[in-house]
C-alpha cells in the first residue's frame, strides 16, 4: 500500500506492513531477528524484483498501446515469462526477442535474441550500427542506510526512459 503525502509524492509503506508481519511472526514462533534490517542481501532480492515487476509493468503499458494502434495484425508484441525464474521476462515479436534477465540479486541483463542465437544488446547511440554481441548490465548500488540505486554505466537509470529506449529499439528491429 501507498499513501499520498501532502506533497502529492507517494510514499511506500510496504517496508513498515512486512516490519509488523516479521513482529507477528516473532511473537508467534518465538525466532527473534535483531539484525536482518542490516544485511544488505534481504534489500538487494527485494529491490531487483520490485524493479524488474516495475519493468514489466512498463512494457505491459506500452506493448499493449503499441497493438491498439498497431490493429489487429500478425506483428503483435507478446509478453512471456521465462520458465523456472522468479520474474525474468522477454519481449517477442518476428523472431525477435528482448529479454530482460534477473542473473543475480544486483545485476539485471538486457538484450537481444534473434534467430534463436544471435545475442546483441540495444544501440545507445545513433553512431553504432549493431549493438554489441554483449547484454546491458543494470548494476544495484548500495548507499547509506542500505539506499540501493539502480545504475547503467556508473548512471542511475531513469525507469521510463529505460523502457522507451529498449522498447523503441525492439519495435524498429523487429519491424517486416
Known sequence: MDITTNNREKVSTKWIENLALEE???EQS???NFSDHLNPSY?????SIELM???RDLVEIYSHKFNEYRGNTNSEIKIFKIANTVNDFMVFRNSLRLIFARRSDDLINIGFLA????IFSARTDSS???GTSSLHEIRAHIGAFNKITWKYNNEEIDLDSLVKHYI???IKLSAR
Open 24 to 26: 507477528i511472526n516473532m
Open 53 to 55: 515487476n516495475k519493468l
Open 43 to 47: 534489500h538487494l532480492e527485494e529491490s
Open 168 to 170: 523503441t529499439e525492439f
Open 115 to 118: 534467430n534463436g542465437k544471435d
Open 128 to 130: 553504432e550500427q549493431h
Open 30 to 32: 518465538g525466532v527473534v
